[in-house]
């Protein structure tokens, strides 16, 4: 192959990989249903979506959860064990009103957590989240 007729398929290749890639404004592949997510931040924003629980789709990964303005009304024990990664969470502007003592067990690198104007009694909340949150 001569090498002129060479650069103009590698120069191709490279057009069509600019055209396929262009995904620039989509959402990451992981990002769960009624969702919003920042792929580098590992950041989801699930707010005003009727949530009644947790996305049942949320990777492990994430790093920054805001789930205000939905319809949680409980958060049982052991809700967030597996994710371990989340720095801040955000579930203000629920119906919670209870929230089981082991509900934010796990949540070892947690450093931000918003509950506010939710109907919650002030000392379940002290219990289930100084209990279970070291680093808050
Ligand atoms: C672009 O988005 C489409 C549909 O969401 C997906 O199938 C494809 O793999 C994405 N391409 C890249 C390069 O991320
Ligand atoms: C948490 O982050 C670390 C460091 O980036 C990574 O190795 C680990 O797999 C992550 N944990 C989860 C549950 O994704
Ligand atoms: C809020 O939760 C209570 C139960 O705790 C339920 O009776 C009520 O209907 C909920 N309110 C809304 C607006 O969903
Ligand atoms: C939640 O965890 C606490 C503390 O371990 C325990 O006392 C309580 O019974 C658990 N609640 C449920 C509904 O399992």
């Given amino acids: 192959m001569d090498s002129r007729r060479c650069i103009v398929i590698v120069w191709l290749l490279s057009v069509l990989r600019i055209g396929s890639n262009d995904n620039s404004s989509k959402q ?16 989801v924003f699930c707010e005003d979506s009727h949530f009644t629980q947790i996305p049942p789709d949320l990777p492990t990964f994430v790093r920054s959860l805001r789930l205000s303005k939905n319809n949680l009304q409980k958060i049982s024990n052991n809700t967030f064990i597996e994710f371990q990664n989340l720095t801040s969470l955000s579930l203000i502007k629920n119906n919670i009103s209870l929230i089981e003592k082991d509900a934010f067990k796990g949540l070892n690198n947690l450093q931000r957590l918003w ?5 919650l009694n002030i000392k379940v909340l002290e219990e289930s989240v100084f209990g279970a949150v070291p680093r808050l």
């Fill in 28 to 43: 990451p592949a992981w990002c769960p249903r009624n969702c919003k997510c920042n792929g580098i931040k590992l950041s």
């Fill in 115 to 119: 509950v506010g104007e939710n109907p």
